[in-house]
């Protein structure tokens, strides 16, 4: 054996570590409690994990291989006996690779959740627990990003920053990816279309979309009068409203006539009166006329009506008034 040399640093010595009822008696224990599983028991959750790109695997296998499972992976036992997990999807496909090729992995080191974990808190690890060594692609990052908003319930990107530990331009920017079409993630993807250039053409794309609506308004509203068909009794229609606007205007005319008999019409102010109301009448006439909405005929021939009524009233005070009043 050889003898080692002086360390450059204080050595550590086994007398000197305390041991785990020391520990135990000092110290709060994690929530997490470790357990080596059998590799058997060890299963992938469908649809959990947001991870699609597994780079770096073959490395991460030598590097297991050479150095053993250093950092357990955290998983959710059930009562059936399964152990679904919930982090280290990389590593455990990584020892798969290594079982592949005849290493012994009969069991891993695993931390295993307690029941008061909620489906939010892991969903949510899966980003916070892989954005430093093996870091999210921003496609997958973005997919976390949006199911947060849509299947949590989290509304605020504010929020869903606080819970990922990041900005809130960052959410706004994910969000945007997450819900960009298929081609626009395949793209980014494979590596040929990069965040920045994806949020500019998802801006520009939006902006054209935006212009075209705005551009066909325009043109609906731009559009030539389209002339009527040619109605064959048009003519006799119109005579017969013609005949009845005369018969409506002999009727105002005798209407007024009995009006400034029941009046003293000689009185200036009776006589305005009288024809304020006059002219009422004939706007009432000319209502049918208008090329508006038959609804807004409606509107305006109720609003004539009660403003007759009200200078009817308004005329017999004045008339009943003998004093003589000034017009200004």
């Known amino acids: ?39 058997e028991k060890l299963q992938i959750r469908d649809g959990f994990n947001q991870r699609i790109k597994y780079e770096g695997i073959e490395e991460l296998a030598e590097s297991i291989k050479e150095h053993g499972l250093i950092e357990p992976i955290t998983v ?20 798969c690779l290594l079982r592949e090729r005849g290493e012994a992995f009969d069991t891993l080191p695993c931390l295993i959740n307690n029941s008061t974990t909620s489906e939010e808190e892991r969903f949510t690890r899966i980003y916070t627990s892989n954005m430093f060594s093996s870091q999210l692609h921003v496609v997958e ?39 960009a079409s298929d081609e626009v993630k395949n793209q980014m993807l494979s590596g040929s279309l990069t965040m920045n250039d ?36 048009a003519k006799d229609i119109k005579e017969l409203n013609d005949l009845e606007n005369d018969n409506d205007q002999e009727e105002v005319i005798k209407q007024a006539q009995e009006e400034k008999e029941r009046f003293d019409s000689s009185r200036e102010e009776v006589s305005l009166c009288l024809n304020v109301i006059s002219n009422l009448d004939k706007l009432e006439n000319q209502v049918s006329k208008f090329d508006i909405p038959e609804q807004s005929k409606d509107d305006i021939s109720r609003l004539v009506s009660f403003i007759q009524k009200d200078m009817e009233q308004v005329t017999e005070w004045v008339n009943k008034n003998k004093k003589q009043n000034k017009i200004r």
């Open 198 to 233: 994806a949020l500019a053409q998802m801006r520009a794309n939006k902006k054209a979309e935006k212009q075209g609506e705005k551009s066909e308004l325009e043109s609906r509203i731009t559009l030539p009068h389209l002339p009527e068909p040619k109605d064959n009794l």
């Open 1 to 39: 054996m050889s003898e080692q040399l002086q360390l450059p640093y204080q050595e550590i010595k086994s007398s000197d570590i305390v041991n785990r009822s020391f520990l135990r008696e000092n110290f709060k224990r994690s929530d997490l409690s470790f357990f080596h599983i059998e590799f």
């Open 76 to 95: 959710d036992f059930l009562k059936s006996g399964i152990a679904y997990i919930e982090k280290g999807h990389r590593r455990y496909k990584a020892v």
């Open 141 to 179: 990052q973005a997919n976390i990003a949006v199911k947060l908003k849509t299947v949590f319930g989290i509304k605020s990107n504010d929020e869903i920053g606080k819970k990922l530990g990041v900005s809130r331009q960052k959410v706004d920017n994910l969000i945007a990816i997450g819900t």
